[in-house]
């Protein structure tokens, strides 16, 4: 038995042996063909790797082709059992149909991903059979139309590629990957972009609201995201209550004071401080200047003239209909605490120009909406009651940026919704031009008035106010 035993492991590792061996001689005769093959490549440098480069280069885009038509053809199909499947009318099936719809949607996506990539391919071939006698080593590098190879700060980078969806399928939003928004002045700018969003993820941000400001006027708006938290005054105190915050400067502790000229509110309040703006010098003042605005006339006294309405007079036009708008202007929020007064609720656009105009709406109680005038208001079509503005959109603006802007605000103002123009003011030999513009909304006229600007020495200047009622203008 001990020799039977004997033999079968000594079988048993000849056979190893013969294994290793047959292994052994395999490995060495690949590694045999391997350098002959790079010996004879390197002799035959140009002649061989050129016309195997351009045989490959030519078989591929044949198959490459052959699989986009074929592509094509699929998407084609499954297009027109969409729209068969989206017709149908079939009650008793509903279930059934929006299933297999939802399933086709998601191979579709999936076939369109990939036909996309093979047209880029068919690009990227063609420029190479273009410049296929050169070497590979020696051919120029392609600079890459990805956004996010244009910066050097990996967090930009991070955040402009696509994130593609974990599951692998469309999500619940109908797409298959996340895309994320960045302004593309933002790319003129990069030098400033990159300064902010340099930081050490999870740590607090720079005091950098204003270069992010910066950014955003000049068109790099929407501007990235960060993973860093955003930097909060040393000593926050808690707001007023809401009875007494409306109408009374707020605790001078809730806002980072280190961007501004003043360094308080009593000096934002005062009349004589340097404040470092100019669009609203008396807006922080409160006790006076703010309380009667919109709630009584300011006339001048010697014509009795003047562009300003009062606001239970414009809710008078559509009594009981203005519950929810907007107020794009330079301000502290007043005009949204009075509307507050008459059931009105109004978000507040508006940046920080010299003064912390965001900090102190929110202060008061009210929704501060940081927002300049490059950008797409961030509300749905047909959705708001009211859209108000006064000392914004002056003579300074560009006609037709005002063309954008005026067609953006008759997106989101609902059919029957006032825009209420408040003292808008421009030189003389532009009035016309800038009427025309609002003309061609063909909105109906409630108020209409168009007075001299009498706070300079000259009278070249005129103001300009307008209550006007958005259409039906009913589906066809």
Not at 342 to 361: D, H, K, Q, R, Y
Request: hydrophobic share 40%.
């Amino acid at each position: 038995m001990r020799k039977q035993s004997v033999f079968m492991k000594l079988g048993t590792w000849r056979g190893v042996q013969r294994s290793i061996f047959i292994f052994g001689g395999f490995v060495l005769l690949i590694s045999i063909v391997t350098l002959s093959s790079k010996f004879y490549s390197l002799r035959s440098f140009h002649v061989t790797d050129t016309i195997c480069n351009y045989v490959n280069t030519e078989s591929q885009s044949r198959i490459d082709s052959h699989m986009r038509i074929t592509l094509e053809t699929v998407i084609q199909k499954i297009q027109q059992e969409l729209n068969k499947l989206r017709d149908s009318t079939a009650d008793t099936s509903s279930a059934h149909l929006l299933k297999h719809s939802s399933f086709l949607a998601d191979i579709l996506g999936l076939i369109e991903s990939v036909h996309e990539s093979l047209v880029q391919n068919e690009g990227t071939q063609k420029l190479t059979t273009d410049i296929k006698d050169i070497h590979p080593l020696l051919k120029p590098k392609q600079q890459s139309d990805e956004p996010a190879e244009y910066f050097l700060i990996e967090e930009i980078r991070k955040y402009v590629k696509i994130k593609p969806n974990r599951l692998g399928k469309q999500n619940f939003m109908g797409a298959n990957g996340t895309f994320t928004s960045i302004g593309h002045a933002c790319f003129a700018m990069k030098k400033d972009l990159e300064e902010y969003m340099d930081y050490d993820i999870g740590d607090i941000c720079n005091d950098d609201w204003k270069l992010a400001q910066k950014l955003m006027v000049h068109g790099c708006d929407p501007l990235p995201r960060r993973r860093c938290f955003a930097r909060a005054p040393k000593i926050y105190s808690k707001p007023f209550p809401i009875q007494e915050s409306m109408w009374k400067l707020p605790d001078n502790r809730n806002v980072r004071w280190s961007q501004y000229r003043c360094k308080n509110f009593t000096c934002l309040a005062s009349n004589s401080a340097p404040k470092g703006f100019f669009k609203c010098a008396d807006c922080f003042n409160l006790s006076h200047h703010e309380i009667p605005r919109w709630m009584k006339l300011n006339a001048d006294s010697n014509s009795n003239l003047t562009a300003d309405f009062l606001i239970p007079e414009v809710l008078h036009i559509k009594s009981g209909e203005i519950r929810i708008g907007l107020d794009f202007s330079v301000g502290t929020g007043t005009f949204a605490a009075r509307m507050r007064e008459f059931n009105v609720t109004i978000v507040s656009a508006t940046i920080n120009l010299g003064a912390p105009f965001n900090e102190m709406i929110a202060l008061r109680g009210l929704v501060p909406l940081y927002l300049t005038i490059n950008q797409r208001l961030p509300f749905f079509d047909n959705t708001l009651d009211l859209i108000h503005t006064t000392r914004f959109l002056d003579g300074w603006i560009d006609f037709v940026l005002l063309d954008f802007v005026l067609y953006d605000w008759d997106r989101v103002l609902r059919p029957g919704g006032l825009l209420w123009i408040d003292s808008f003011f421009c030189v003389k030999e532009d009035l016309n031009d800038y009427l025309e513009s609002l003309k061609m909304l063909r909105y109906k006229k409630h108020k209409w008035v168009v007075v001299p600007k009498i706070d300079k020495d000259d009278d070249r200047e005129v103001f300009f106010s307008a209550v006007l009622e958005k259409p039906p203008r009913p589906f066809r």
